[in-house]
């Protein structure tokens, strides 16, 4: 692949901070639902990942406008389907089977309607609409409950390409648009999903309104991406070094998930945004 010379956006080649950022995420997260002492936090793993994500498909998103002038939904779409579905199907159709073998018959009416709605990417709706306590220790978990997160992030990708399109229809100051636009739904959703956890705290966990903010602080690190070259390389290893820092620092701190994704979140995925 031909490296994209140009500083102002995302580079699309190996990057290996991000992968070892994804790694540390992983990581977090497989240490908490093992329960292993000293990693409280490990969950917010998964809102490390949604900025990461947030920050890829954007800076993707930006170069193809760039390049094409415009973004080709059809092959966007496309490209996300022969990505997620093959795997996706492939893992609920084993867990259906291995159900048929091993689940009580009672369960398995509650556990067909978990797999289709992971089948089409709304199993955080489902998950919000019956008030699942993702934390729970005294209830049975769905097998297919981390699937929450895809849900997530495949009902951001649905509307933040068309918001995109229509922030550069003009290609004046397109990545000021961009970064501008990411700015205002930043707000507005960590202001709701905060306005919400003490009135709903499964729909403020679960749901995209509540959750965008996450994947757009990501993006607003690909549409700044113009600014953020020209920081000191000094600089920006110090600020890399403390947004690992902060990652750690909630992995191994954090203890209230409840008041997740409000203002405690903010902590992480400016870690990572770092």
Known sequence: MG?????ELASPQFRGDIQGLRGIAVGLVLLFHASIPGFKGG????????????????GNLLREIKHTGRIKFREFYA?????????SLFVLLATLAAAVIWFPPLLLPGL???????????SNIDFAIRATD??????????VLHFWSLGVEEQFYLFWPLLLALATIR??????KVFVLSLIIFAS???????????????AFFSFPTRAWELILGALLASAAPWAVKLPRAMAAITGFAGIGMVLYSGVTQSDP????GFPALTPTIGAFQ
Request: cysteine-free; proline content about 9%; overall charge positive.
């Open 3 to 7: 490296k994209d010379k140009s500083p």
């Open 43 to 58: 969950f917010v793993g998964v809102d490390i990942f949604f900025v990461l994500s947030g920050y890829l498909i954007t």
């Open 79 to 87: 490209r996300r389907i022969r990505r997620l579905l093959p795997a």
């Open 112 to 122: 067909a309607v978990d797999v289709s709605s992971a089948g089409f990417y709304a």
């Open 134 to 143: 993702y934390f729970a220790a005294s209830t049975i978990p769905s097998p």
């Open 171 to 176: 290609k004046k100051d397109q990545v000021l």
């Open 189 to 203: 959703s960590l202001a709701f999903a905060n306005w919400l956890l003490p009135k709903n705290q499964p729909w």
């Open 258 to 261: 409840l008041k997740f994704p």
